[in-house]
Structures are given as structure tokens and as C-alpha cells.
């Protein structure tokens, strides 16, 4: 498992969620202006509040990408650890976990890594653990196989 690849991978990921929200946005602008009056006004004071709803969701998930993104260009991803930490690229029992912010899976030839937040109920529980370490959530038990 090439761990610089995943991240770039990740990256990408991010980076195209960004664009998609930003063409978003620049659409929805460009609906509203040009909407123009008809001559039923109320269908057109709907039409403009309708695309400033949509415009305000785009600008706040647009937002939300790019605050994931500086998080995750904020992690060191090439700190060598026996201890799982952020940044860590994990192999457990029940697949690939990536340590950092949760912002979805990606798939690579063989196999399926998940990107994982260490606030999340996993996440915490896996921290500070090292290969071989087991641990319970929900559950389930999750064995540490190996730590990149």
C-alpha cells in the first residue's frame, strides 16, 4: 500500500468536491441574475428566495470543503509512527483507515480505504493503539494489523 498515493488520492477527493460546489455556486448566481421579472410577481419573489436558499447551502458546504481541506493539508502525512495517530494509514481487520478528517472512501486496485475523523467513535478508540492491539466498538472487534 502506497500511503503518498492514498493521500493524493484523498486530496484529489477533496479537491474535486470543491471545484463541483464552486461551478455550483457560480451557476446559481448566474440563475438568479438572470431571472427576470414576470408577470406574476409572487412566482418571481419565490424563484429569487428558492435560488438564494440554494445559494446559501452551496456557499456553506463550499465552506465546509474548504475548511477540510486545510485541516487536512495541516496534518503530517509522512510522520513514521509505531502508534496509531492523524495522519496514520491503517490496516485493521476490518479494512483500510485513513487518520485525519472524514471525508469519505476511496477504492485503489485492491482494496478500499476509508477516511476517518479521530473524533469519531473508531477513531478515538484507535488512537494511541498499536499493531496488534485490539479494540470494542459497538460490538465489533477491530485488531491494529499494521500501521504506515
Not at 445559494?55 to 487536512?72: G, M, P, T, Y
Not at 496514520?88 to 478500499?112: E, H, M, P, R
Amino acid at each position: 500500500m502506497q500511503k503518498q498515493k492514498i493521500i493524493l488520492l484523498f486530496e484529489e477527493l477533496l479537491d474535486t468536491r470543491i471545484s463541483q460546489l464552486q461551478k455550483l455556486l457560480d451557476d446559481l448566481r448566474e440563475s438568479a441574475a438572470n431571472e427576470t421579472k414576470s408577470t406574476a410577481g409572487d412566482k418571481y419573489e419565490t424563484a429569487l428566495a428558492m435560488l438564494q436558499i440554494e445559494q446559501d447551502n452551496a456557499r456553506k458546504q463550499l465552506q465546509e470543503a474548504r475548511e477540510q481541506k486545510s485541516i487536512f493539508q495541516s496534518i503530517n502525512w509522512s510522520l513514521a509512527s509505531s502508534i496509531i495517530k492523524p495522519g496514520s494509514l491503517v490496516q485493521i481487520n476490518k479494512g483500510w483507515f485513513l487518520l485525519g478528517i472524514a471525508i469519505g472512501k476511496i477504492k485503489t486496485d485492491n482494496d478500499n480505504i476509508i477516511s476517518l475523523s479521530p473524533q469519531s467513535p473508531l477513531g478515538k478508540k484507535i488512537t494511541g493503539l498499536k499493531t496488534g492491539d485490539e479494540t470494542i466498538v459497538n460490538g465489533i472487534t477491530y485488531t491494529i494489523q499494521l500501521i504506515l
